[in-house]
């Protein structure tokens, strides 16, 4: 389930992000201490509050296990940034597809964007993959990371 993040969710957020193979391809360094990933929950919060950004928690149990959402929410050119994260003990459950195929029906049909986005670490396999699964296509590699996008016309062929 798609979930308001709140301050209270920096445990949970901390817990699965402590994984070095989680964090090993994102941009929030190693963590160890529940203080290394404030930054990163303060800067969703910051952004989801200024439209920026509309970034979730995935939450299952009572317990946020993942984020995802839209960032870089452009409005001159329409467009914005996806981005996921989910802890390992849920990879390869078919959690994330569902919970992207949510934010991209969002992105689309309640934004009226006109398409999205994904930069993501060119050695990060299992994003490249799971990306494309979710119907985007690759564009172009920039400094260590691979770009995929999705139009909304593509969307509206495809998925709704
Ligand atoms: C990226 C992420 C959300 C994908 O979620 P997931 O549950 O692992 O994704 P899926 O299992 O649905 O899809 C991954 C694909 O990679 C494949 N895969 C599995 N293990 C793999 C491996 N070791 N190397 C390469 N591909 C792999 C899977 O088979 C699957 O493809 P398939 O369904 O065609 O077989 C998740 O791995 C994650 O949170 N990673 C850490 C954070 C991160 O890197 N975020 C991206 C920042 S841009």
């Given at each position: 389930m798609l979930v308001d993040l709140k301050r209270n969710h920096l445990k949970d957020i901390f817990e699965y992000s402590k994984d070095p193979e989680f964090s090993r391809?994102?941009?929030?360094?190693?963590?160890?201490?529940?203080?290394?990933?404030k930054p990163f929950l303060t800067l969703i919060l910051t952004e989801n509050k200024s439209g920026r950004r509309k970034y979730f928690g995935i939450e299952i149990e009572g317990k946020v296990i993942g984020t995802a959402g839209l960032l870089n929410i452009n409005t001159s050119s329409n467009s914005a940034e996806l981005g996921y994260g989910l802890s390992?003990?849920?990879?390869?459950?078919?959690i994330m597809k569902a919970h992207v195929d949510q934010i991209i029906k969002i992105g689309f049909e309640?934004?009226?964007?006109e398409f999205l986005t994904v930069g993501t670490g060119i050695l990060n396999v299992r994003s490249n993959n799971f990306i494309k699964k979710s119907g985007f296509s690759y564009t172009n590699s920039l400094n260590d990371k691979s770009w995929y996008k999705l139009q909304k016309v593509t969307y509206e062929n495809c998925c709704t």
């Open positions: 391809y994102i941009g929030m360094g190693m963590p160890n201490r529940l203080k290394d990933v390992r003990k849920y990879w390869g459950t078919g309640d934004m009226g964007l």
